[in-house]
């Protein structure tokens, strides 16, 4: 029973985790009027420039990707070199140090999938009470919660660390992935879909037929908050995939970095001279595959940033 | 975010009992680990100092008294200030202009410029300093070779002249797509009526930014903001990736953060790097609530 329901009304949660943030039947459609506005060639340069700004970076790291040592330094910075050796180069940043690489990449998708996806569930159950629940103290825990989103995660760096280091588990896994697991800005999105999404006369329907709380959760409330789940999962798997001041702080074991800690040390070593062989495409090729996991997920996932936003925003 | 309760708030009033409390237990188990304890500790910690002598002993209010005249806390403080003072209007300035493009319809290739511009906030700030950091630098950057080439002599984005406005420039890299996203979700809500209504007016594309969507934009801009504000007061990522490229430009106290980084590190500081990290933290909670009350009357105007 409480099974039928939950799939009948899947289609109407999922519609909503779109654009969670707008009330549907007002929402304006992509083209506001039949006819097309006329474009207009200034906003158009505009636009253009724009995008060259934020595009170029990215076009100069590929291009440069390509390049061997001695080519980036003979080669014309905007354009291929003469030879292509992006594979030469993917070799070489893998085969770097016995494979530091892929150790330092491991241990960036361990720290992520393990923190985003500990966080996010935490954030749904959350969520869902703040939601959907009425408790003692949650007001209280509401006002705490809500305030600390403006807490920012560098802040708490310095004084994680200090304790960390008093309770002696700095430079282990476990002091990236505990911290990780805390998401303010998770909890308040996870609130704001639980009550979009899930309808109290489902939960009442469910409670009559005598399933329990966490049931009902698992059953009925999460198939419905799945969107938004995904939503904050999202973030908190790019947050924790970019995280560096904590990390930086936390670990001096190398087999422990993730690669933002270890693709800056490798250009502090190569920089400075410290690293006999100056090898800068190891550093550029690195970088350039690290970001290529997150560019993906933002091209074939952006619904659901573009509603995480709009819930964030809109919902004030 | 008091409106919270408003939006989450379920119409119906179930009876109160303990259930809502078990399930978000978990999150303020994980909170109280990851951000009560910390700060606790930190702020209990800054209350003693380590000598040579005599080990760990209480003094008070007395890194406190240190930290407000540390000329290189200080130092660090009005950096960070005169970046947020720049920095900030004009990325969101940036922003709120191509959400306003954006949304008036008047350009193609909107699908592909809303991904274009928010492409680099996929970008770790790591690596974008250390792609921008390479762009700066005379080795193989874009710079040197620009110079090379036009017989310019271009100043060096990574000198001690260059390097704030250098970093300013990563920074807006960065989050201005973000920030136009937010904007742009907001003007995406507008209900049509609103249009119809002040085209029954006889108001202007002008008239109806100015009328319509800048009221609308409020909450939105506010929020883009208070996290941009936030972001500058615990700046840390971008200089210290950059100052492997520009030692001589960044110093190990160029921002509060990177300040208390440092003394942490030093066993003889450790008390004092948290007293730096409490009142980093309580300046960044100040100045975020003197904007918002900043804001809040403006509204009430």
Not at chain 2, 108 to 113: A, D, L, V
Request: with cysteine; proline share 6%.
């Amino acid at each position: 029973m409480t099974d039928t329901a939950a799939t009948s009304s899947a289609p109407a949660g999922r519609a909503a985790a779109t654009a969670p943030g707008a009330p549907a039947p007002r929402r304006r459609a992509e083209a506001r009027s039949p006819r097309r506005p006329r474009t207009n060639l200034v906003l158009q340069a505009l636009m253009v420039l724009m995008v060259v700004y934020t595009l170029l970076p990215l076009y100069w790291l590929t291009v440069n990707a390509t390049k061997s040592n001695g080519e980036l330094f003979r080669s014309n910075g905007l354009w291929l070199g003469s030879e292509i050796s992006l594979w030469d180069n993917i070799v070489a940043t893998v085969t770097y140090q016995d494979g530091i690489y892929l150790t330092w990449l491991f241990n960036t998708a361990l720290y992520s999938v393990a923190g985003a996806v500990g966080a996010t569930v935490i954030c749904a159950w959350g969520g869902y009470a703040l939601a959907k629940f009425e408790f003692p103290t949650k007001r209280l825990v509401r006002a705490i919660v809500f305030g600390a989103i403006t807490i920012p995660a560098t802040a708490l760096a310095v004084p994680t660390f200090l304790l960390f280091a008093e309770l002696g588990i700095t430079n282990t896994r476990l002091a990236i992935i505990i911290p990780a697991l805390v998401s303010p800005f998770g909890l308040y999105l996870m609130t704001v879909f639980a009550a979009d999404s899930v309808p109290d006369s489902l939960l009442d329907a469910a409670k009559i037929d005598g399933a329990n709380a966490w049931t009902t959760f698992w059953r009925v409330s999460f198939r419905l908050m799945a969107p938004g789940f995904a939503t904050v999962l999202l973030f908190n798997l790019v947050h924790t995939w970019n995280n560096y001041f904590l990390p930086l702080i936390m670990l001096n074991d190398p087999s422990l970095y993730p690669l933002t800690v270890g693709l800056n040390q490798l250009n502090s070593q190569v920089t400075t001279g410290a690293n006999l062989q100056p090898v800068y495409n190891v550093v550029l090729t690195g970088s350039l595959l690290a970001i290529v996991p997150l560019i993906a997920s933002f091209l074939f996932l952006q619904r659901y940033w573009q509603s995480g936003l709009a819930a964030g925003s809109v919902k004030q | 975010m008091g409106a919270v309760s408003t939006t989450a708030a379920a119409p119906r009033r179930p009876a109160r009992n303990w259930t809502g409390l078990v399930f978000v237990a978990p999150f303020l188990l994980v909170f109280g680990c990851g951000v009560v304890a910390p700060l606790a500790y930190a702020a209990g910690l800054s209350l003693y100092r380590d000598q040579l002598i005599g080990g760990r002993s209480f003094v008070g209010l007395e890194n406190y008294a240190d930290v407000a005249t540390d000329p290189q806390f200080l130092d660090g403080v009005g950096r960070v200030a005169l970046f947020l003072v720049v920095q900030v209007p004009i990325m969101i300035g940036l922003a709120l202009l191509v959400a306003l493009v954006l949304d008036s319809g008047r350009v193609r290739g909107m699908r592909f410029m809303r991904l274009g511009i928010f492409m680099p906030y996929a970008v770790p700030s790591v690596v974008a300093a250390l792609m921008w950091g390479f762009i700066y630098g005379d080795r193989f950057g874009l710079v040197g070779q620009i110079n090379a080439a036009t017989g310019l002599a271009l100043p060096s984005p990574l000198s001690q002249t260059w390097v704030l406005p250098a970093i300013g420039n990563v920074v807006t890299w960065e989050f201005v797509g973000y920030n136009m996203l937010i904007l742009y979700a907001a003007l995406r809500a507008i209900p049509e009526e609103l249009y119809e209504a002040a085209a029954i007016d006889g108001a202007g594309e002008i008239r109806k930014a100015l009328s319509v969507k800048l009221p609308a934009l409020r909450p939105a801009l506010w929020v883009a903001t208070l996290f941009s504000i936030i972001g500058s007061f615990q700046l840390f990522n971008e200089p210290n990736v950059l100052k492997t490229l520009a030692p001589g430009s960044i110093s190990t106290h160029f921002t509060p953060n990177m300040y208390a980084y440092q003394l942490a590190f030093n066993a003889n500081q450790v008390t004092y790097s948290a007293a730096v990290a409490v009142v980093l933290g309580l300046i960044t909670i100040v100045v975020a609530y003197a904007a918002q009350r900043m804001t809040a009357r403006q509204e009430s105007r």
